[in-house]
């Protein structure tokens, strides 16, 4: 073949290749883009903590954005029409909504990550057993404990009390709810451990006093970097229950 043939074909084989590299690159990007994952949230939620702890552990990349409930913006409506409410996950374009039907999202969807839910369908069921207690109980009674005065005021801190006896009876002396493993359970409890100070100021009673096995599960949880970089300050809490307070004019 002559030389000046040789260099043609070996340019035009070399513009194929930088002009297929450049494709394959922009298919790579689109589908990242399909796949972008977006958050609506609110700092202190401990619902959208749920879903910030979950896609942590699976390391999922996102974009946090953060909603003001008081003038909610059109994606949150348009996501959650029905609730209107955060957290809201959008991935690929698709809205899933509630924070525990998130959390089992990302566990489906980011399959090769360590499993939120247990194997077992058992294990499973009654891991969203004590999911479905603890978004029942806990945040419900919670307010009342800094809502309410009164006799109302002492037993929402009696039935407190006892919400915690029975999650510590059922965390028993286990590392985590489901065994040695972080999971479900204690994704959709963890983030209320940083509301534990603010309950317990608000209703008159230690939480480590009634369940230290709880609280010391809770300091076991803040090890991990998914909980110590989702979770706020106690403090930064109470303050911002105090300020809901003083809106609210409850003294």
Same mark, same amino acid.
């Given at each position: 073949?002559?030389?000046t ?11 194929h290749?930088?002009?297929?590299s450049?494709?394959?690159?922009e298919?790579?990007?689109?589908a990242?883009?399909a796949e972008?994952?977006?958050?609506l949230d609110?700092w202190?939620?401990?619902?959208? +903590?749920? =879903?910030?702890?979950?896609?942590a552990e699976?390391?999922v &990349?996102?974009?946090y954005? /953060? ?7 059109p ?5 959650? %029409?029905?609730?209107k409410k ?6 690929d374009g698709?809205p899933?909504?509630e924070?525990?039907?998130?959390? +089992? ?5 980011w399959s090769?990550?360590?499993?939120i839910l247990?194997?077992?369908?058992y ?17 419900? *009674?919670?307010?009342?404990?800094w809502?309410?005065k009164? /006799?109302?005021?002492?037993e929402?801190?009696? /039935?407190?009390?006892e919400?915690?006896k029975?999650?510590? &009876?059922?965390?028993?002396d286990?590392?985590y709810f ?6 479900y359970?204690d ?9 534990f100070?603010?309950?317990?100021? =608000?209703?008159?009673f230690?939480?480590?006093a009634?369940? %230290?096995k ?6 076991? *949880?803040?090890e991990?970097?998914?909980?110590? +970089?989702?979770l706020?300050? %106690? ?10 307070k ?6």
């Open positions: 073949m002559p030389q043939a040789s260099l043609h074909l070996t340019n035009r084989l070399h513009i290749i930088v002009l297929e450049e494709s394959e690159r298919r790579e990007r689109g990242r883009m972008a994952v977006v958050l609110v202190v939620s401990p619902f959208g +903590q749920r =879903c910030r702890i979950a896609l699976k390391g &990349a996102y974009e954005k /953060e909603e003001d409930l008081a003038n909610k913006s994606l949150l409506l348009q996501a959650n %029409p029905v609730h955060i957290p809201v996950l959008i991935h698709k899933v909504c924070s525990l039907v998130i959390v +089992q999202y990302i566990d489906e969807v090769d990550g360590a499993p247990p194997a077992d369908p294990a499973r069921a009654q891991a969203r057993f004590w999911g479905d207690f603890v978004d029942k109980k806990i945040y419900d *009674c919670g307010i009342r404990l809502k309410l009164g /006799e109302a005021h002492q929402a801190k009696k /039935e407190f009390i919400i915690l029975v999650l510590e &009876a059922e965390l028993g286990r590392k489901g065994g040695d493993a972080f999971g359970v994704i959709a409890l963890v983030p209320f451990f940083a509301w100070y603010t309950y317990e100021t =608000c209703g008159g230690s939480v480590e009634e369940a %230290p709880l609280v010391a599960w809770g300091k076991r *949880c803040m991990r970097e998914s909980v110590s +970089q989702t706020y300050d %106690p403090l930064k809490v109470y303050e911002f229950v105090c300020s809901l003083k809106k609210y004019g409850i003294e």
